[in-house]
Nanobody, 126 residues
Framework: QVQLEESGGGLVQAGGSLTLSCAAS????????MGWFRQAPGKELEYVAA????????YYAASVKDRFTISRDNANNMMYLQMNNLGLEDTAVYYC???????????????????WGQGTQVTVSS
């Protein structure tokens, strides 16, 4: 089963940009669908974006569409989340997750993702 570790979080001003990285190990990354989720203080876990095994199919929550870009580099077992025009509402702990079925994103529900990283904090200041 794939193991995941996020990095790249930090403090950024509103309107700024940040790129999160997710490093995978343990095998199987290149044939696994991946996703990003986030959890703000006092709120439930929220789906952000997902990507199929080969990167051709990407999906976004309405709240981040046209601002965030999910991508992956299977040769280096990496996934990324480029975040632009960040707002205060984007402050959260961001998690990368592996899931789907046969490399395909089957849903955006957290229950359909079986492996999770420890999270990285993103704080947007005014």
């Amino acid at each position: 089963q794939v193991q995941l570790e996020e990095s790249g979080g930090g403090l950024v001003q509103a309107g700024g940009s940040l790129t999160l990285s997710c490093a995978a190990s343990g095998g199987g990354f290149s044939v696994t669908a991946m996703g990003w989720f986030r959890q703000a203080p006092g709120k439930e876990l929220e789906y952000v974006a997902a990507i199929g095994w080969n990167g051709e199919n990407t999906y976004y929550a309405a709240s981040v569409k046209d601002r965030f870009t999910i991508s992956r580099d299977n040769a280096n077992n990496m996934m990324y989340l480029q975040m632009n025009n960040l707002g205060l509402e984007d402050t959260a702990v961001y998690y990368c997750a592996a899931g789907g079925r046969n490399g395909v994103v089957i849903s955006t529900k957290s229950r359909d993702f079986h492996s999770w990283g420890q999270g990285t904090q993103v704080t947007v200041s005014s």
